[in-house]
Structure formats: structure tokens, C-alpha cells
């Protein structure tokens, strides 16, 4: 069996130094990724809510128009 050295052991540990470095490079750019996807994530829910509430706005203002049409039509005597 080989014997271990200090500098054998020194090598080693400089590799997986390296490696490791690496890892936390590129789980620097998950976390940024994960960041924008989060922006991205709530434009798009800010963008929904706005088109929610806007629907539900021509929704009241139809409502008001078929109350008002109906009104007409029995005044008229149309039905």
C-alpha cells in the first residue's frame, strides 16, 4: 500500500477546494436565477390581479346596462 504524504493529502485538498469553489459559484447563479424567476412570478400575479379586477368592472357595468335595458323594455312594454 502507498504511503500517504502530506503533500499527497495538500493535492487532494486543493482539488476538492476547487470543486468547491465551484459548487458555490454555481449555486450563487441558482439563487439568482430563483430571484428573477420570483420578480417574474409576481409581475405576472400583479398583472392577473389588475385584469381580475378589470373584468370585474365590465362585469358591474353590464350588469348595469342589462338592469337599465330591462327597465326600457317594460316601459316601452316590449316583453
Excluded at 447563479?29 to 400575479?45: I, T
Excluded at 370585474?56 to 348595469?64: K, M, N, Y
Amino acid at each position: 500500500m502507498a504511503e500517504i504524504s502530506p503533500e499527497l493529502i495538500y493535492e487532494v485538498l486543493k482539488s476538492v477546494q476547487a470543486r468547491l469553489a465551484q459548487v458555490d459559484g454555481k449555486v450563487d447563479e441558482l439563487k439568482q436565477d430563483m430571484q428573477a424567476l420570483r420578480h417574474s412570478h409576481n409581475g405576472l400575479r400583479h398583472e392577473i390581479v389588475g385584469i381580475h379586477t378589470e373584468l370585474g368592472s365590465i362585469h358591474a357595468t353590464l350588469v348595469r346596462h342589462e338592469q337599465r335595458l330591462d327597465r326600457i323594455e317594460r316601459r316601452l312594454e316590449l316583453n
